[in-house]
């Protein structure tokens, strides 16, 4: 047994959990972090019996609100993932949307050539029909427009600056890869411009979503070759940035905690893992960054990512931005926007989604931002589509700065 079903032990039943869950507050087909979590853990046990909650285990987002919020720490949310996988594993496997939706990486690779094309089949309303009735995503959920250059390919045409005072790896991830480019590009100046060279080990997606999805087995192939692929940036320069946060979490913590993996390749990759904005706020705090900024006038929203709770690195982004002249931002009063990586793109579960990410809709609706801003891929297309405003990476805006200021 995982450490985090152990956890399950420490519950004292205080309900805590079930005042944060943004899902079980929005619909009644979830029940809710504390009967789903530990109290399911006693009927996985055989300690209870009677109706298992596993059924209604498909609606935990994963957002890990209820974990943070535990004050006994119990693990729920992980809890949940875990016991996801029997589900699945009962199920005879994930169902072809689940697979196609946990492989990122997969389908920007196979679209990339044909991206005009694949961009304007996923945006024909009679295509996206078709697609929900026959893969069941939802019509109307956010879908990436896959780049026709992939980051790699603009980091190869990249010329370094020359005399870098420090060196950093990047783990730029799958949606930077095929989807985001410019938000790598940003990285990777923001970087540079701080003195840093920038190496671009080869990897591979993380797995988050075949985990988040239930398929743990795949899951661990993946997590081995990518611990094997940043194994020798992980001791040299022994820093490694990731831009996405729910990247940098996998990273961190998700394979030992969730795929068991604490083997000393993997423990030092982790160690070495920080998100980007966490790395930037601590060369600040060491004098060491540029903050020559220009000045943008504009008004933002700034959303954390539920993820990033998880990282227990407080708000870098929000330190960030605050270094930029001019720039106003008001931090989102939601838990979470309610996609949760793949979660909100499912036909059965995108108007909890949207349900869940209202608070923060509404509030961009009274702020009147010219722009949002968050940490994480499926957040920014999540609350793109839904407000209708650009939604940029902090790093984007800073590179923006540096860019006003005068490279
Ligand atoms: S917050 Fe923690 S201790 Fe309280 S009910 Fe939930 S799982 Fe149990
Ligand atoms: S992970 Fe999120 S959706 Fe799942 S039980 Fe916890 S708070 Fe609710
Ligand atoms: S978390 Fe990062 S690497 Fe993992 S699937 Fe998502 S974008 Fe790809």
Redesign the pocket.
Known sequence: MLHVQHTADNCIKCNICNTVCPVSAVTDLFPGPKYEGPQGQRFRAGIDTGDSPDASLDYCSACGLCTQACPEGVMIAEINTVARTRLVEARGGLPLRDKLVSR??LMGALARPVAPLANAVMGNRLARTVIEKVVGVHRDAAMPPFSGISFRSWARAHRRPPDPRRTVAYFH????EEFEPEVGAAVVRVLERNGAAVTFPPQN?????LISNGDFDSARGYAARLTRRLAGSAIDPGVIV?N?T??GM?LKAKYRELLGLDDERTTEVSRAVYDVCEYLVELHDAGELDTRLGEIRARAVYHPPCQLMAHGIGTPALDLLALVPGLEVERSRAGCCGTA?TYGTKVEKYQIAMDVGRTLFEQVGEVRPEFVVCDS??CRWHIAKSTGLPVYHPVQVLDHAYELAGR
């Open positions: 990122p990486s991830g799958c949606a930077t997606c993380c797995g988050l979503p990731a996405s729910s990247c996998t990586g891929e499926t």
